[in-house]
């Protein structure tokens, strides 16, 4: 369970990264297919549900191929 300062942090953090424009999560290999949290987040507030109630059409929505990343 998280502290109050601890959920105070995560907040803040959350809302810094709404202003900039969401969270942007590197792959973890190439080649991999993603989706973009920031619009599935936004969707699933508006529809009052969470991510593991889509569908797999409404998952399709997201979708979308990563760029390469060489190490």
Request: charged content about 35%; glycine content about 4%; overall charge negative.
């Amino acid at each position: 369970m998280l502290s109050d300062s601890d959920r105070r942090a995560l907040n803040a953090l959350d809302e810094a990264a709404e202003r900039a424009g969401g969270y942007l999560a590197p792959p973890k290999r190439p080649f991999v297919q993603d989706y973009d949290y920031r619009m599935m987040s936004r969707y699933c507030r508006d529809k009052g549900v969470t991510s593991d109630d889509l569908t797999e059409e409404e998952l399709k929505m997201f979708r979308f191929d990563p760029p390469l990343v060489f190490n």
